[in-house]
């Protein structure tokens, strides 16, 4: 936290407002009201919008992570990845990205035990019986010729 505010309070007062600009465009439209303010408490009522939207953030990725683990069928799963994939910013057009990739963005929004399931299905993924064949060394391949 002490670490973002020092970054925020970095800032110059143009550099500032272009960042309360972006945050409008994507949907902030409550910020406006903080852009007629001295600099110094924009700068505070900035920082805090940051806090509150991260924590936004993590509880909805908790929440999603916690309906993606109970899932009881497909639809109820296939639904709550997508959400995931789409809180954390993915594009779901395309290739869907793998739990190796998303690891990085889950473990510090997750709790405890949901950290603790992700780091050993990661730990899981990097065995070489579940990589895509074109990445499988080529010791781990077995052909069968009938003769």
């Known amino acids: ?37 001295r600099t110094s408490d924009m700068r505070a009522a900035f920082f805090l919008e940051v806090l509150e939207a991260e924590a936004r953030v993590k509880g909805a990725a908790a929440t999603i992570f916690a309906q993606l683990t109970t899932a009881t069928d497909a639809l109820s799963a296939q639904r709550a990845y997508h959400e995931l994939l789409v809180l954390l910013g993915f594009s779901t057009d395309g290739a869907s990205p793998s739990l190796l990739q998303l690891a990085p ?43």
Do not use: N
């Not at 960042?19 to 994507?26: K, L, Q, R, S, Y």
């Not at 399931?117 to 070489?128: D, R, Y």
């Open 105 to 147: 963005l889950l473990l510090p929004v997750l709790p405890h035990r949901s950290r603790q399931l992700v780091t050993i299905l990661c730990s899981k993924l990097a065995h070489p019986q579940y990589l895509p064949h074109a990445t499988r060394p080529d010791g781990t391949i077995m052909r069968v010729v009938i003769v």
């Open 1 to 37: 936290v002490a670490e973002r505010f020092a970054l925020i309070s970095k800032w110059s007062p143009s550099e500032l407002r272009s960042a309360i600009g972006e945050c409008i465009a994507d949907g902030g439209l409550h910020l406006q009201t903080i852009l007629e303010l």
